[in-house]
């Protein structure tokens, strides 16, 4: 059966229109005026609404064995949180530790996703040891769809790899055409500062950020960006959260260096008083690279508007309460992460868009197009065209509310963003023609994501 989106006013990275929108199946087949359609079509009045491609989050966590404990959502629960707030299309980060096998993490995390997922998703393969079996396990792993790698330059002994590890990957992505997004933080700058804090008996929540400093995420994003420049690999920090690191990415980037710029949600609207709040209060708070000094918000929002910073994500991350406070006794071990899969594109619209921060096009292009782009998904996905899959977001803007837990999809108890107004939100989501989300409630069909595939685009 077709479906007929009529009236809206369609809004794409470069370009604003109004036209009806007329998908066969799962792929956009016409775009136009006065369309002929067959008498079965389900018809959306999207008058008064604004029609925007699916949204895209680059960087998610949902399946994470990490800190001693596990992320809260399952595939199901983080993608219908996904698909309320507009996302329709992530990519989660396999994250398999220094001590567990590559390949057999990759198919865990896949088994783990399929069937379950309500929106279509891949992976980025995170390269935690560089060993004898890496460089076939992972052509396997890129044959199977999967484009993109990810390096942890930070949590050694557990996700971190050593530079040595870091260059025989960048080698290797540039072979395979492969882009490597890296988590930059000196891994051993953050344990020496951890354990002087704690030797001073400085345990609460509120010197997590003292122990990652942005000299130390700065000197991470700059060995990466050098580690780039001398490989030929095409490169993509991930959640830059800080002036000194944008520098150092901004630097590299102007010298011709391959590298792609990802800020993350809680990095431009919280800052570390959220992180300095007593108990767990401020453990809600804690993700790395920390929450930082608010002074950074108007660099990060200009580098955004300009296109320095080239994608939004979340680093969606859920542990509730009971999780956290397994940190009471030492802030090394609350579990690090703050979910936001269900509020990105609200919030980047309200604090972005409406308050005159983020042009409307730019705010599709750093929600959607770009991470299609860099990640070879367009224009199947990130855009609307014909012949794009009929990922929409049918957008109220004239919706007010607030973030809370109590309305929450994600598996948490608690918000990061909770008491934030919202001004607007998806009316209507579909995934490849499939309506599966009206005003806020999940209506559609479970488990009809799919992994997609992505051809290496990076030689
Ligand atoms: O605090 C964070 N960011 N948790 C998830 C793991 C990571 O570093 O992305
Ligand atoms: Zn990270
Ligand atoms: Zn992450």
């Not at 579990?335 to 619209?349: D, Q, S, T």
Request: with cysteine; net charge negative.
């Amino acid at each position: 059966m077709g479906l007929l989106v009529k009236n809206g006013e369609i809004i794409t990275a470069d370009s604003r229109f109004r036209a009806d929108i007329y998908a066969e199946g799962e792929t956009i087949t016409q775009i136009g005026a006065d369309l002929t359609v067959p008498p079965d079509t389900v018809v959306i009045d999207a008058a008064g609404k604004l029609v925007f491609p699916g949204f895209i989050d680059p960087h998610v966590h949902v399946y994470l064995p990490f800190m001693a404990t596990f992320a809260k959502d399952t595939h199901e629960t983080a993608s219908i949180a996904a698909l309320i707030g507009g996302t329709t299309t992530y990519i989660e980060m396999c994250c398999p530790s220094r001590f567990d096998d590559a390949l057999k993490g990759y198919y865990l995390w896949k088994s783990k996703a399929e069937g379950n997922s309500a929106c279509d998703y891949s992976f980025h393969m995170s390269v935690t040891r560089f060993g004898e079996e890496t460089e076939s396990q992972l052509r396997e792993i890129v044959d199977d769809g999967i484009n993109s790698f990810k390096i942890f330059l930070s949590y050694k002994n557990f996700f971190g790899v050593e530079d040595g590890e870091m260059y025989e990957t960048l080698l290797l992505a540039k072979k395979l055409g492969v882009i490597v997004t890296a988590h930059c933080e000196n891994a051993e700058l953050v344990s020496r500062l951890q354990a002087g804090l704690l030797s001073e008996g400085k345990i609460g929540p509120e010197w997590h950020e003292p122990s990652r400093p942005e000299s130390v995420e700065a000197e991470g994003t700059g060995r990466f960006a050098t580690f780039l420049g001398n490989t030929g690999a095409t490169g993509y920090v991930v959640h830059l959260s800080c002036v000194p690191a944008l520098r150092a990415a901004m630097a590299a980037k102007s010298a011709g260096t391959k590298l792609y710029i990802e800020s993350v949600l809680p990095h431009f609207l919280l800052d570390k008083t959220y992180a300095e709040r007593k108990g767990v209060e401020g453990m809600k708070h804690v993700m790395s690279p920390p929450l930082r000094d608010a002074r950074n918000h108007d660099a990060l929002w200009n580098a955004l508007r300009c296109g320095f910073v080239d994608t939004v994500g979340t680093d969606h991350c859920p542990f509730d309460i009971e999780q956290k406070l397994l940190g009471s006794d030492a802030f090394t071990q609350i579990p690090n992460g703050i979910p936001g899969i269900e509020e990105r594109v609200n919030l980047l619209y309200t604090y972005g868009v409406n308050r005159g921060k983020l042009d409307i096009h730019r705010f599709v292009d750093a929600a959607s197009t770009q991470a299609a782009k860099i990640f070879g998904m367009f224009p199947r996905k990130g855009t609307i065209a014909v012949g794009s899959d009929a990922d929409l977001v049918i957008y109220d803007p004239n919706y007010r509310g607030i973030v809370t837990v109590e309305t929450q999809h994600t598996d948490n108890d608690y918000s990061g963003f909770e008491g934030m107004p919202i001004e607007g939100r998806p009316s209507i989501v579909t995934v490849r023609g499939t309506i599966q989300v009206r005003d806020g409630r999940f209506v559609g069909q479970k488990g009809i994501g799919r992994q997609l595939k992505r051809e290496p685009i990076h030689f």
